[in-house]
């Protein structure tokens, strides 16, 4: 009788370790996303801050002008 409530017993803990083990490894999955979400975030406004720090198209094209005017010199 002792062995079966022991057998019972081993059998609960081990399903509650199991469960434990599914609930925390999907709460690792969703934090990992999180975090991957929100370094893809931080990455698109740094791209986005440094495409608004260059030079207008305009001084681009007066760039390639003065470089050919040099050039046939």
């Known amino acids: 009788m002792l062995s079966l409530k022991m057998g019972a017993a081993a059998t ?11 609930v925390s490894s999907v709460s690792i999955r969703s934090i990992r996303r999180e975090r991957d979400r929100k370094n893809r975030q931080c990455f698109l406004r740094n791209n986005q801050a440094r495409l608004h720090v260059r030079d207008p198209p305009w001084k681009l094209m007066m760039d390639i002008h003065v470089w050919f005017s040099v050039k046939d010199v």
């Open 12 to 22: 609960i803990i081990f399903t509650v370790a199991i469960a434990y083990a599914e």
